[in-house]
């Protein structure tokens, strides 16, 4: 797939596509990877989760690497994103997490009251996440051969808040969006740990061994742009700006970002994530064609017969042109009952159809 290293020490695979596509440089075909690529919809996770609830998955370091494995085996994927999730930073501060079946993750003590918010600890990632950085430097181990670099991840400040504030998944967030509404302070406090964990921690997992760190602001869409601008960019780009010392690409993503492209590649980012609500030729005419895009095929594609995903694949390719720094990705997760052997189709199509648009 690239180049690799077949001395001892960790492979340089500063040449993949992955990795010159993150830099803006032209590659012999589009890169591409899927959000949330291990998981459900594969049998060998199904199996694997028979006999462990995802935290035991997240925090065995030897699973976690099996589980980062499992699409890199099954497809032609460009990059692994290291199996954890983005809630279990949120333990290190005080918080008491739980997946229950069906409901999604619950905090059992959210965060509610000024009290909350003064108790909740800065953790030192290094030791409060050495499971994810253990499993890190085991999954390098596995994909250094194979020339396949690896994605470290954090959730943002404020999809981090979203979960700690209202204890959960949340339809219309009243709570923490009326604890940035009328505690200003409090929302500073909070926000300011939060970012300076999300920063902290990507930068331990790129000296861990991560290649690329990937933010992921799953929620801000719900936010106005306003909002977006005065209460939560500061603090992500905190988050962003420690990040940067790691001194490996960063890519910053969002959903329902499409009315404030310009205020989310103003926080920060190397890389900007782009969902499936505005076509891909538009939001990079709005970032500017020097900033490399991730997106943007909508994950629900994936359930449409060939014939159709094939079309809607190559209407993304043909709107990024073959123009050096597009990373193909959908616009947000892979849902849990999408069919295994598009997901194959997608990933040889996207490489196969891409080389042609080259020059
Ligand atoms: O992409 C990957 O393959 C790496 C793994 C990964 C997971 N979660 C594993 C997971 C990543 C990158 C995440 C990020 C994550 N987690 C986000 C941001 C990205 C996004 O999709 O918006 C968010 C918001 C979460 C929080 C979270 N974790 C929720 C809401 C849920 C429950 C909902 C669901 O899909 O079941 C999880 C659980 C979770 N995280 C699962 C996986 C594979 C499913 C849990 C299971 O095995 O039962």
């Known amino acids: 797939m690239s180049t690799q290293d077949t001395t001892n020490g960790p492979a340089d695979l500063s040449q993949s596509r992955f990795l010159k596509a993150c830099r803006g440089e032209q590659t012999d075909?589009?890169?591409?990877?899927?959000?949330?690529?291990?998981?459900r919809?594969?049998?060998?996770?199904?199996?694997?989760?028979?006999?462990?609830?995802?935290?035991?998955?997240?925090?065995?370091?030897?699973?976690?690497?099996?589980?980062?494995?499992?699409?890199?085996?099954?497809?032609?994927?460009?990059?692994?994103?290291?199996?954890?999730?983005?809630?279990?930073?949120?333990?290190?501060?005080?918080?008491q997490l739980?997946?229950?079946?069906?409901?999604?993750?619950?905090?059992?003590?959210?965060?509610?009251?000024?009290?909350?918010?003064?108790?909740?600890?800065?953790?030192?990632?290094?030791?409060?996440?050495?499971?994810?950085?253990?499993?890190?430097?085991?999954?390098?181990?596995?994909?250094?051969?194979?020339?396949?670099?690896?994605?470290?991840?954090?959730g943002a400040p404020f999809?981090?808040?979203?979960?700690?504030v209202e204890g959960g998944s949340s339809r219309n967030r009243v709570l923490v969006k009326s604890m940035m509404m009328n505690r200003p302070d409090l929302w500073d406090i909070m926000m300011t740990k939060l970012a300076k964990l999300a920063g902290d921690y990507l930068v331990a997992q790129a000296k861990a061994g991560a290649q690329v760190l990937q933010l992921f602001d799953s929620w801000v869409g719900e936010l106005s742009p306003y909002e977006y601008e005065n209460f939560v960019l500061p603090y992500s780009k905190l988050a962003?700006?420690?990040?940067?010392?790691?001194?490996?690409?960063?890519?910053?993503?969002?959903?329902?970002?499409?009315?404030?492209?310009?205020?989310?590649?103003?926080?920060?980012?190397?890389?900007i994530g782009v969902d499936w609500r505005i076509n891909l030729d538009e939001a990079w005419e709005i970032l500017g064609h020097s900033t490399p895009?991730?997106?943007?095929?909508?994950?629900?594609?994936?359930?449409?017969?060939?014939?159709?995903?094939?079309?809607?694949a190559k209407d993304v390719l043909d709107r990024a042109a073959g123009r050096p720094?597009?990373?193909?990705?959908?616009?947000?997760?892979?849902?849990?009952?999408?069919?295994?052997?598009?997901?194959?189709?997608?990933v040889d199509y996207i490489h196969e159809y891409s080389r042609t648009l080259r020059g």
């Open 29 to 39: 075909a589009t890169p591409v990877w899927l959000m949330r690529q291990a998981g």
């Open 41 to 95: 919809y594969m049998a060998e996770y199904r199996e694997l989760r028979k006999k462990n609830t995802i935290l035991e998955l997240i925090k065995d370091p030897a699973l976690a690497t099996e589980v980062t494995m499992q699409p890199i085996q099954a497809f032609d994927l460009d990059a692994a994103i290291i199996f954890a999730d983005i809630l279990p930073p949120l333990e290190g501060m005080g918080l």
């Open 98 to 154: 739980e997946f229950q079946k069906g409901e999604g993750p619950v905090i059992h003590n959210p965060v509610r009251t000024e009290a909350d918010v003064r108790a909740l600890r800065q953790p030192d990632p290094e030791e409060f996440l050495h499971f994810t950085l253990d499993a890190i430097r085991l999954t390098r181990k596995e994909l250094d051969p194979r020339g396949v670099p690896l994605i470290g991840f954090s």
């Open 159 to 164: 999809t981090l808040a979203s979960y700690a």
């Open 240 to 271: 962003l700006d420690i990040a940067a010392t790691a001194g490996v690409p960063v890519i910053h993503f969002g959903t329902n970002t499409s009315g404030m492209l310009p205020l989310i590649q103003k926080a920060g980012g190397d890389v």
């Open 293 to 312: 895009v991730q997106g943007n095929l909508d994950p629900v594609t994936l359930f449409a017969e060939w014939p159709a995903l094939e079309k809607r």
């Open 325 to 346: 720094g597009h990373i193909f990705n959908l616009g947000h997760g892979i849902v849990i009952e999408t069919p295994v052997d598009n997901v194959r189709k997608l």
